[in-house]
């Protein structure tokens, strides 16, 4: 089956594997947040907090994000949650013996922040945070780093050192933070932890007081580092763009024993004693060959679209407080602002002579307007563009899995989204419903499924598929 891969696994380890700019278009719909135990190891969907269930799939689809071409779409199928108990008991469903959400006690029994009966809104948050700017660094709280740059600027260090070893010219960088809390200097190495532990007991000269020093080691580190800081260091700003167009000069070096060219030991050396300048209080104006640390923020998601995928025939609830809920919701998101997008191909019929009928006896014209009427159209379209709301029934599923989204829901995406030849991606293979649609448009799939179980079940119903073809 050249035109199909089927990966099993935990989703984001697979993800990682994928080689960038590999798929066209991904199509998937990933565990709802506290609604079903599959009862795997590492499955998503039974997270603590709704936070943390969206910043799990956030990691996630960053990854998604990579191995999409740059005019790739995601076309994301995602359902909301309420705060409330959602025990189950010893309710059992016939497709799963553990119960229909093998959920003794449900994770939506209490959520900080809301109260019983809310709706939490989780393909919102979902959505917003795939659209956000997405933070590569180590120091994920923007508070964090804050806290950092400030240490750097009132209790830290970025000097330089130049020496002669072996009739060789020697410099180097220094990143520390010196403080008489051990407590703060350890904070420093937790919210920046290395592999070795760089802290230091050392004696204030002035006050003859013990002190601690934090020391930044290894080039890569002391890289991303300044990375980290940068944006929010006030006085030291300087000595920051010299430190990092240090390291990144060490870091072209093609090979140590060679050393530097002429012009790069005079730079190197000019950085060294520009550093020394500033940490004496003497301003240095910066040329143009140096560097400015690059922001660690990835663009996101462009969120094009909210579809409404409205169900005729809803789960029936039994309550009695608001309407049955008979939507889920279907985000378009793409990775540039120009994508591909085959607007032509899922057009639907258009009412009979709406473009040709005569508007100017409507009941919107308004002779005292001064507007001239619109008079239609000279010609009719029989088709038209495809609406935001779409309505597609639910399917019975004999398979085992019990969360499906029926083919129909999603031939529309792998039409507008997927080229002929294209590859067509689901991180949550699930029963195989997008490998199954995907072949079926003359596509290829790749299907990533956590549970083995279920890879039968892809396998036969994308078998089925191939063999009609």
């Not at 020394?276 to 240095?284: K, P, R, T, Y």
């Not at 793409?334 to 009928?357: H, L, M």
């Not at 699930?430 to 892809?458: F, R």
């Amino acid at each position: 089956m050249d035109n199909l891969q089927i990966l099993c696994g935990d989703s984001l380890e697979v993800l990682k594997k994928l080689p960038d700019e590999s798929v066209n278009c991904c199509v998937t719909s990933p565990p709802y947040y506290a609604l079903r135990d599959y009862g795997m190891d590492g499955q998503i969907g039974q997270e603590q907090t709704p936070e943390e269930y969206v910043n799990k799939l956030v990691l996630l689809f960053r990854e998604v994000r990579r191995v999409l071409k740059n005019d790739g779409t995601l076309w994301l199928n995602i359902g909301d949650s309420y705060v409330g108990t959602g025990d189950k008991g010893k309710h059992r469903d016939p497709k799963n013996p553990k119960g229909r959400n093998a959920q003794v006690v449900s994770k939506n029994r209490i959520v900080e922040g809301l109260k019983s009966k809310d709706l939490i809104g989780i393909p919102w948050m979902l959505a917003k945070a795939l659209r956000d700017p997405f933070y590569t660094g180590v120091v994920k709280n923007k508070l964090d780093r804050v806290w950092l740059a400030a240490m750097v600027d009132t209790e830290g260090s970025i000097c330089g050192t130049e020496y002669q070893t072996n009739d060789r010219q020697k410099t180097n960088i220094y990143l520390s933070i010196t403080n008489t809390s051990l407590d703060i200097i350890n904070k420093c190495e937790n919210l920046f932890p290395q592999e070795v532990k760089h802290i230091y007991e050392k004696t204030n000269y002035n006050s003859n007081r013990l002190c601690y020093r934090w020391d930044v080691e290894r080039i890569e580190q002391k890289s991303l580092f300044i990375k980290e800081i940068y944006p929010y260091l006030v006085s030291k700003r300087k000595q920051a763009i010299l430190a990092y167009t240090f390291i990144e000069m060490q870091r072209g070096l093609s090979s140590k024993k060679k050393g530097y060219l002429k012009d790069q030991q005079e730079q190197r050396s000019w950085i060294i004693q520009s550093l020394s300048s500033l940490n004496s209080g003497i301003d240095v104006d910066l040329p143009d060959w140096v560097i400015e640390p690059p922001s660690l923020y990835e663009e996101g998601f462009y969120l094009r679209q909210d579809i409404i995928w409205h169900k005729p025939n809803p789960m029936p609830e039994s309550v009695t407080d608001r309407c049955t809920k008979a939507h889920e919701y279907i985000f378009l998101m793409s990775k540039s602002n120009k994508y591909y997008f085959d607007n032509e191909a899922i057009k639907v019929p258009s009412k009979q002579d709406w473009g040709t009928r005569d508007r100017t006896k409507g009941k919107y014209h308004n002779e005292g307007s001064g507007l001239q009427p619109h008079t239609g159209l000279t010609k009719s379209y029989p088709m038209a563009n495809k609406r935001s709301v779409w309505s597609v029934t639910t399917k019975p599923y004999k398979g085992a899995h019990f969360a499906v989204f029926p083919p129909d829901l999603i031939r529309p995406c792998i039409m507008a989204g997927c080229p002929e030849d294209g590859t067509v991606l689901d991180p949550f293979g699930g029963s195989g419903t997008t490998g199954q649609v995907a072949l079926e448009q003359g596509k290829k799939a790749i299907l990533i499924e956590l549970n083995p179980d279920y890879i039968p079940l892809i396998e036969k119903r994308c078998l089925q598929q191939l063999l009609t073809i």
